[in-house]
């Protein structure tokens, strides 16, 4: 069973920065691609951010483009968010998650964690 745990939530001022941190156990070929997900008060769950294994493909949702940076670093089994230029409305509760492919796609991703808190203040 995969796990992931996410950390680095909290409350920041609008424009501040925040960084995510998503440690997964031990990984395997059936779920090399991680991506984080965020679910606002009173909406869906949506698409943030995406990275393969080798980091080489990576997507962005256009809400968080030029603004948060996906990561990863495999050998401490860690992903990251950083996240920059933060709005209020980047205010959501926010969700690592690992599967087969590098998508946007909330449908492909198996594996969840619990998430974390972003409040961004205005």
């Known amino acids: 069973q995969v796990q992931l745990v996410e950390s680095g939530g909290g409350l920041v001022q609008a424009g501040g920065s925040l960084r995510l941190s998503c440690t997964f156990s031990?990984?395997?070929?059936?779920?090399?691609?991680l991506a984080w997900f965020r679910r606002a008060p009173g909406k869906e769950r949506e698409f943030v951010a995406s990275i393969s294994w080798n980091s080489v493909f990576t997507y962005y949702a256009d809400a968080v483009k030029g603004r948060f940076t996906i990561s990863r670093e495999n050998g401490k089994k860690a992903a990251f968010l950083q996240m920059d230029r933060l709005r209020s409305e980047d205010t959501a509760m926010y969700y690592c998650?690992?599967?087969?492919?590098?998508?946007?796609?909330?449908?492909?991703?198996?594996?969840w964690g619990q998430g974390t808190q972003v409040t961004v203040s205005s």
């Open positions: 031990e990984p395997t070929l059936s779920w090399p691609s």
């Open positions: 998650a690992a599967g087969p492919r590098t998508t946007m796609v909330l449908a492909d991703y198996e594996y």
